[in-house]
């Protein structure tokens, strides 16, 4: 069975740093995509940042040079650094792995809150 558990995060004033962790159970993260995906309130889900199993990051634009995908593999977690953060950053974050082409698991999200 596998398991993604969220933290990591809460309130912060524009500017200011998160980090979120996802512990992952079931699976071995070295061996497969994972993620940080979000979704503000109504708007859809979208990805946030991804790392390959071989260590390749990818970043949506409005992230880049402010969040920082990481993985420990020991641990099984999977980190998102967020620097700078800015209001539009309000959403609630969500953990993905990609399992198989047509297969992937989620956590269950945690809510980030950017405001003064």
């Known amino acids: 069975q596998v398991q993604l558990v969220e933290s990591g995060g809460g309130l912060v004033q524009p500017g200011g740093s998160l980090r979120l962790s996802c512990v992952v159970s079931?699976?071995?993260?070295?061996?497969?995509?994972t993620g940080w995906y979000r979704q503000a309130p109504g708007k859809q889900r979208e990805l946030v940042a991804t790392?390959?199993?071989?260590?390749?990051?990818n970043y949506k634009d409005s992230v880049k040079g402010r969040f920082i995908i990481s993985r420990d593999n020991a641990k099984s977690t999977v980190y998102l650094q967020m620097n700078s953060l800015k209001p539009e950053d309000t959403a609630v974050y969500y953990c993905?792995?990609?399992?198989?082409?047509?297969?992937?698991?989620w956590g269950q999200g945690t809510q980030v809150t950017v405001s003064s």
């Open positions: 993905n792995i990609k399992v198989s082409v047509v297969g992937s698991f």
């Open positions: 079931g699976r071995d993260i070295s061996l497969y995509t």
């Open positions: 790392i390959t199993n071989g260590g390749s990051t």
